[in-house]
């Protein structure tokens, strides 16, 4: 079973350009997360889907910060314009319902906006 | 509020002495509580929760509600364990989002 990827591993940007991250889930999994690691800091929560739907976004920190779930499968979070404390790594997780499983983590995406 | 909280930044230990990752938390009802942990060029993996009551990679923790603690604990620590591990809360009415604490490095020396 593949778990869940994410892609790309690793972005460098430039203050103001915008960057779109991907998480693909276990196959299955009807939860996904977002979270994320800024230096320093402990891993926050950003926002859960369940399916396409918006469960929870209440860690979002800015209108900045958009993600979408395409028909319940992979997700994107896209960050326009970029600001110097998006860096950080981006994690994903998947868990089945209803809940509370496992989640299962993604590799993450290391931001570094310059 | 969630709130979870390791310590220790960083715990450095000889190989086969015992080793204890302290975690306190807050939360207004019944948390279910993890330990996550990471090696170096891994991702981040469940290495157990407080209600499956396993002993994984010799690895205990136990609740402690009157202390709202979840320490984990491992008797005699190998090289392998060195890796960073974060202790987790989360609850249904919070949609079973985690809450992380800092996270405690380990260091086993040989």
């Known amino acids: 079973e593949a778990g869940v990827t994410q892609f790309p591993s690793h972005s460098v940007i430039e203050k103001g350009q915008t960057v779109t991250l991907r998480c693909d889930p276990i196959s299955g999994h009807d939860n996904l997360y977002w979270y994320r690691r800024v230096m320093g800091k402990e891993i926050k929560f950003l926002l859960h889907?369940?399916?396409?739907?918006?469960?929870?976004e209440s860690g979002m920190p800015n209108n900045r910060f958009l993600a979408e779930r395409t028909g319940g499968t992979y997700s994107t979070l896209k960050v326009q314009p970029a600001e110097l404390e998006d860096s950080g790594v981006y994690f994903c997780?998947?868990?089945?319902?209803?809940?509370?499983?496992?989640?299962?983590f993604g590799p993450g995406t290391r931001l570094t906006v310059t | 509020a969630q709130r979870v909280t390791q310590p220790e930044k960083l715990l450095s230990v000889f190989k086969g002495a015992p080793v204890e990752l302290k975690c306190n938390y807050s939360?207004?009802?019944?948390?279910?509580l993890f330990w996550y942990v990471q090696y170096s060029r891994q991702r981040l993996q469940l290495l157990l929760r407080h209600i499956s009551r396993e002993s994984i990679k010799g690895f205990t923790a136990d609740l402690n509600k009157g202390e709202t603690s979840f320490h984990l604990k491992k008797p005699f620590a190998q090289e392998e364990d060195s890796a960073m591990y974060y202790c987790a809360l989360s609850g249904r009415a919070a949609g079973n989002k985690l809450t992380f604490g800092g996270g405690t490095r380990v260091l086993v020396k040989p």
């Open positions: 889907f369940v399916k396409e739907s918006k469960q929870d």
């Open positions: 939360y207004s009802g019944s948390p279910e």
């Open positions: 997780a998947s868990s089945k319902l209803p809940g509370p499983y496992e989640q299962y």
